[in-house]
Nanobody, 121 residues
Framework: QVQLVESGGGSVQAGGSLRLSCAASGVTFSSLDLHWSRQAPGKEREFVAAISWSGKVTYYAESVEGRFTINRDNAKNTVNLQMNSLKPEDTAVYYC??????????????WGQGTQVTVSS
């Protein structure tokens, strides 16, 4: 079982920055693909960014491309999401997720509890 704990959410004005962090435990961190998703009130959860287990491959939603950066620190077992040029529409609960790929059980998905990000205009 992978435990994920997010931190770094808060309130910021439009144009500002926030950095989210997610600490993982329970399995070998370097074996995990990691991602961030978000859910705004009344909307479905949507993908934000992902990073491969090696850190060499990243993916971003079009809505955050060029403003958000995902990175990981395998020495500290953390994945971070640097969010710049924030917009009111970025307001949501942000969730850290992990994918553990196993040869017999397939993919095992885990989620953190979420952290609130509020961007005011």
């Amino acid at each position: 079982q992978v435990q994920l704990v997010e931190s770094g959410g808060g309130s910021v004005q439009a144009g500002g920055s926030l950095r989210l962090s997610c600490a993982a435990s329970g399995v070998t961190f370097s074996s995990l693909d990691l991602h961030w998703s978000r859910q705004a009130p009344g909307k479905e959860r949507e993908f934000v960014a992902a990073i491969s287990w090696s850190g060499k491959v990243t993916y971003y939603a079009e809505s955050v491309e060029g403003r958000f950066t995902i990175n990981r620190d395998n020495a500290k077992n953390t994945v971070n999401l640097q969010m710049n040029s924030l917009k009111p529409e970025d307001t949501a609960v942000y969730y850290c997720g992990a994918i553990l790929k196993t040869p017999e059980l397939g993919e095992i998905h885990s989620w953190g509890q979420g952290t609130q990000v509020t961007v005011s205009s």
